[in-house]
């Protein structure tokens, strides 16, 4: 159900946050992104401290959180390209692919350990970190201003099917990724294994969540 309620929002909203990020000031969404993530993160930190929280709010707060992502990932992705000098992009382009890769490998290996610690401690390092990258969203330079805004139509929301439609490499390389990200979805399933299978408790669901990303590092 917790992947359920993640997923939504970006499966619903990926055209519209697109359009948004195109029209619009990528770091003011950006910022306000982050403190929408970050006000999630403090409110699931006050829950994990209750004796007995409620289960729906815990689903609102990752339902919001998740709308915050969905605008988020477009807009920092798109913000490397209209800031850094074109000389020095390729550069700019391989020291962001390294950033971000090893951030996935590190982050899930690191939250998996502070599994073990307890949801306060989990709660309480997302909201640092939440804040250091809303910190370092407010030093970024003003980026150029587009001579025109694309307009939100229908035709300009489609307009990346079109074009992945009429590029098969493209297409290929996307359909793989598809496949590969859903099913490494199986993830969501590990509370599961931990709890009821295993019986490992919140240690051994830290180490199993750690086990893909130390696999894929080695």
């Known amino acids: 159900m917790i992947g359920l309620v993640q997923c939504v929002a970006p499966f619903c909203l990926a055209l519209i946050a697109g359009k948004v990020v195109g029209r619009y000031d990528r770091r003011l969404i950006l910022r306000s992104c982050y403190a929408v993530e970050a006000a999630v993160s403090v409110r699931l930190l006050v829950l994990a401290l209750m004796a007995a929280p409620p289960l729906v709010a815990i689903y609102i707060l990752l339902l919001i959180n998740s709308l915050a992502r969905a605008f988020e990932g477009p807009a920092l992705q798109t913000l490397l390209p209209i800031m850094v000098p074109r000389p020095i992009l390729s550069r700019a382009v391989a020291a962001y692919t390294s950033a971000h890769k090893a951030s996935q490998l590190m982050g899930p290996a690191l939250g998996g350990i502070l599994y073990g610690f307890g949801g306060s401690v989990v709660y309480s390092g997302c909201v640092a970190l939440v804040c250091a990258a809303a910190i370092a969203s407010l030093l970024l330079p003003i980026p150029p201003v587009p001579a025109d805004r694309p307009q ?56 199993l969540r750690s086990a893909p990303a130390v696999g894929s590092l080695m």
Not at 155 to 177: E, V, Y
Not at 189 to 195: G, T, W
Not at 201 to 207: I, L, P, R, S, Y
């Open 152 to 207: 939100l139509t229908w035709h300009s929301a489609l307009a990346g099917f079109a074009f992945i439609r009429r590029s098969p490499i493209l297409l290929g390389c996307l359909s793989l990724d598809l496949v590969s990200n859903f099913f490494g979805s199986v993830v969501a399933l590990l509370p599961i294994f931990a709890a009821d299978i295993l019986h490992v408790g919140a240690w051994g669901h830290g180490m």
